[in-house]
């Protein structure tokens, strides 16, 4: 039983995640500066709640606002979910800052920096 369960959460994390990111690729695109990118949606086993990640590049200032929008429209984000996913509770959304792209993206200009000291 637990294995059903578990492919369902991975199946509804995987159309939340399909969801909200078309949501922002069309209607809500123009709501902040910088490049907001989700990068995965995490369910609690009962469905009820689901955290969803996302990566921003652009400073701090333009990070505050993605996350003060997330906060303030997560009623309106949840509905408009709710209108696509076909199950019968909508899962309560939780947005968290995951800075993974941006780690990588610094990693990888810091091996640049290495590799060009070592061609000199």
């Not at 123009?30 to 907001?36: E, P, R, T």
């Amino acid at each position: 039983m637990n294995v059903k369960q578990y492919r369902r959460a991975d199946r509804v994390s995987e159309e939340i995640l399909r969801i909200i990111s078309g949501l922002f690729e069309t209607e809500l695109s123009g709501c902040w500066k910088g490049m907001v990118t989700f990068t995965t949606v995490r369910l609690t086993g009962d469905l009820r709640y689901a955290t969803v990640y996302f990566s921003h590049l652009g400073d701090d200032e333009e990070l505050a606002s993605v996350v003060d929008y997330f906060r303030r429209e997560n009623k309106q984000i949840r509905y408009a979910v709710g209108k696509q996913l076909r199950i019968r509770h909508i899962p309560e959304l939780r947005f968290k800052y995951d800075p993974s792209i941006e780690e990588g993206i610094k990693i990888e200009r810091l091996l640049n920096e290495i590799k060009s000291e070592k061609k000199e």
